[in-house]
């Protein structure tokens, strides 16, 4: 009964490959979201999405594009990794824009070599 | 723009001692804050969130707008809270969090 599910968990790939991680909230919630855990575990935001609307888009690479074909789901996709797209990617969710608490998905372990 | 401040990246205290991670924010309005954790390898979850005034795990945490701060605190500290701990703002209308740098605290036996 997995709240946010994210996959794969991990991902190895090298530089240059295109890759996508894929997400899935059972909770019904309203809004959708990506953050970035660097290597320092630093945190940040890098989209959010409200019943398939883009909603947040901070300064994110062009080679990163979420897409949300229904708001249970919220893909990431990249394309032409680089090394420093190397991090922990987690998918959130919560009810609304300006609502509750977020849940987070496991993370996706992502590694370019 | 609204920011968070964890000032102590790794924190280490002794089974029973008392524990404190420090967290101070900015931001011109009135924000939700929380505290979210996060156990080895395992997702963020949340801890606390400010308007609720409860206590989770043994932890509290309150709200001081004069100092800016929303510091977590528990009076004995256990192992199994060995973890990552993350302070975050939202605005009240807000939906993104901003997240502090976090907090590595060590329970050590």
């Known amino acids: 009964d997995t709240a946010v599910s994210q996959t794969p968990k991990y991902l190895v790939t090298q530089m240059g490959n295109d890759k996508s991680i894929k997400c899935e909230q059972n909770?019904?919630?309203?809004?959708m979201y990506w953050y970035k855990q660097d290597s320092k575990k630093f945190l940040k935001i890098m989209f959010s999405?409200?019943?398939?609307?883009?909603?947040i888009n901070e300064t994110v690479p062009n080679r990163f594009s979420p897409k949300s074909p229904d708001k249970a789901h919220l893909n990431l996709h990249i394309n032409s990794l680089e090394l420093g797209d190397s991090a922990v990617y987690f998918c959130?969710?919560?009810?609304?824009?300006?609502?509750?608490?977020?849940?987070f998905g496991e993370g996706s372990w992502l590694t370019v070599v | 723009a609204q920011r968070v401040t964890q000032p102590e990246k790794l924190l280490s205290v002794f089974k029973g001692a008392p524990v404190e991670l420090k967290c101070n924010y900015s931001?011109?309005?009135?924000?939700?804050l929380f505290w979210y954790v996060q156990y080895s390898r395992q997702r963020l979850q949340l801890l606390l969130r400010?308007?609720s005034r409860e206590s989770i795990k043994g932890f509290t945490a309150d709200l001081n707008k004069g100092e800016t701060s929303f510091h977590l605190k528990k009076p004995f500290a256990q192992e199994e809270d060995s973890a990552m701990y993350y302070c975050?703002?939202?605005?009240?209308?807000?939906?993104?969090?901003?997240f502090g740098e976090g907090t590595q605290l060590t329970v050590n036996p």
């Open positions: 909770l019904g919630h309203d809004t």
């Open positions: 999405y409200n019943n398939k609307e883009l909603i």
């Open positions: 975050a703002l939202r605005k009240t209308s807000g939906s993104r969090l901003t």
């Open positions: 959130a969710s919560s009810q609304a824009a300006g609502g509750d608490t977020i849940y």
């Open positions: 400010h308007i």
């Open positions: 931001y011109s309005g009135s924000p939700e």
